[in-house]
Every structure is written in structure tokens, then in C-alpha cells.
């Protein structure tokens, strides 16, 4: 399992717009192969600021299945217009205990 962090700094104005624009577009994400879970989170001292959580079966999950498909074009329309820049993304794998 991989997990996808994506940091994503909105436009002053635009977090409610961002907010709901995410929970139209989570459908997207969900029905791709690979992926097993989405969260998305927002900052409390930077309300502006979101943080994407997502699980995969691999990180070519993430690209093949989801970044190199319609559905990432469909899901980037939807939330992309309220982005301040792009997010940057990043995958981790767990450390064993």
C-alpha cells in the first residue's frame, strides 16, 4: 500500500467553492482501480491550505490508473480552478513498527 500526500493551497475566497467541488469530484477518484481510500483534510491555522490523503495498491496505481486517465482530466476541472498553485505531491509507504 502507498499513500498519496498532496498539499494543496487554495485561493483566499475560494475554500468553501474548493470544499464542495472536492465532494462532487471524490466520486472520481474512488471509482479508479487502485485505490483504496480518500480523505481530504484542511488546515486550522491555514484555512486556506488542504491535504489530500489517498491510498493506493502502488504508486503506478496513482500514475497508470488515475494521473494518465479522463478521470484525473474530469477531477482537475472540477477542483483545479481554485487552485493558488500547483499541489505538491508526494507517496510514503509505512514504516514497520
Known sequence: MVLEVALIDVLPGHEDEFAAA???ARGILTAVEGC???RMTRGIETPTRFVLLVEWDSVEAHEQNFRASEAFDKWRALIGPHFAGPPRV???VDVPA
Open 22 to 24: 472536492y465532494a462532487q
Open 36 to 38: 483504496r481510500s480518500v
Open 90 to 92: 508526494e507517496h510514503f
